[in-house]
């Protein structure tokens, strides 16, 4: 395996604001390496300097063995992206938005026509194909943006959250068109706020909070880092919050972490069922109603919460 994405301390500031502060990573060749972080991370300037759009105004950064800088025209015609804000023209067909891909990146016209023909078909934008963008649900353009970044072929593909505002049917069938071009040799990158699509998805996580690096590597070795299991109390009354917090950071282990909106108290432990029998009877001494106790497997949400002392936004893909 050769890295086609190598960054290296890479820095880009915005006025007084550090977008990036020295960020590192390297993307292999036929994987897929996700961008993780809450908003704000750093995610989406990265993957602009990544695709040329924005200068970085220190380190390095190759894609495909080009340099952002000095080899940006070469660079762009290896590439594909479809950024996080659908970049398709309202006034175009869905098809004629993918044919001008084509013709930007000079294919033959009977590869691009049927390129877009493919694409409308894989996207389920077939019978909208020749609809006028602008009459598109935000889902739609979403779907057609990706197809556009497609035309092309490119060997990296830059998906910047690709399934935002995706139902969960079309998200699926996304994630499953990734893992084949994937198969099929492209390299993609990533940005996601779901913990869901990283795992599904990645072969590597670099984890991004405020424009530097918390954590990177596999799913398995990201978890790692929690250690153990997690011991999970949900209370049946908001009020009794402060006490299970109290009784749990009794139990020991490490950082209670109190989740308010989920009514949940959580403690990494590497104690198993014996631990679980013993706080259960303690909840119940203590007077405190629970709707539910257990012990997981960490998530990667716990890795996240571990790195960065806050959780990452949504458990779960939301519908728009
Ligand atoms: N063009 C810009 N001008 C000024 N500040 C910017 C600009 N682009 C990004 N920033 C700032 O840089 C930081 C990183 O932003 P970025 O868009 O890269 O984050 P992100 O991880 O993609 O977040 P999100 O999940 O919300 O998309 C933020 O503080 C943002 O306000
Ligand atoms: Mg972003």
């Given amino acids: 395996m050769s890295p086609m994405i190598e960054v290296e301390a890479l820095e880009k500031r915005f006025g007084a604001t550090r977008a990036l502060r020295g960020v590192d990573l390297v993307g292999e060749e036929a994987r897929v390496l996700a961008l993780l972080g809450p908003n ?13 759009l924005l200068r970085p105004d220190a380190g390095r950064a190759r894609v495909a063995g080009h340099d952002v800088v000095a080899d ?3 660079l762009r015609s290896a590439i594909g992206l479809a950024g996080q804000y659908a970049a398709v023209d309202e006034l175009l067909t869905g098809r004629e938005n993918l044919e001008l891909v084509g013709l930007w990146y000079h294919l033959p016209r ?6 877009a023909q493919e694409l409308l078909e894989r996207f389920s934008l077939a019978e909208t194909g020749d609809r006028l ?3 598109y649900s935000g889902g739609m353009r979403r779907r057609l943006d990706v197809a556009a970044s497609l035309v092309a072929q490119p060997e990296v593909l ?10 969960p049917r079309t998200r699926n069938d996304l994630w499953a068109f990734i893992e084949e071009l994937v198969a099929a040799g492209t390299t993609v990158l990533l940005t996601t706020q779901y913990m869901e699509e990283a795992e599904r998805l990645a072969h590597r996580i670099v ?17 790692e880092q ?9 209370v049946r009354d908001r009020s009794d919050l402060g006490r299970a917090a109290a009784l749990m950071a009794e139990i020991g282990g490490g950082a209670v972490h109190t989740d308010a909106d989920q009514q949940q108290v959580d403690l990494p432990t590497k104690g198993g069922t014996p631990v679980l029998i013993a706080a259960g009877r303690r909840f119940e001494e203590a007077g405190i109603g629970l709707d539910d106790l257990g012990i997981r497997r960490p998530s990667l949400d716990d890795v996240f919460l571990h790195l960065t002392g806050e959780r990452v936004a949504p458990a779960s893909p939301e519908v728009a």
């Avoid at 009977?110 to 390129?115: K, N």
């Avoid at 929690?226 to 949900?234: D, H, I, P, T």
Wanted: aromatic residues 4%.
């Fill in 133 to 135: 963008v602008r009459g």
């Fill in 72 to 74: 940006a025209a070469a």
């Fill in 207 to 223: 984890v991004m909070n405020a424009g530097t690096v918390a954590a990177s590597g596999t799913v398995e070795e990201l978890k």
């Fill in 110 to 115: 009977a590869v691009y026509r049927r390129r």
């Fill in 158 to 167: 830059f998906l910047d959250e690709p399934t935002t505002g995706l139902d």
């Fill in 40 to 52: 704000g991370a750093g995610k989406t300037t990265l993957v602009r300097i990544l695709t040329t």
């Fill in 226 to 234: 929690v250690g153990g299991a997690v011991l999970s109390a949900r």
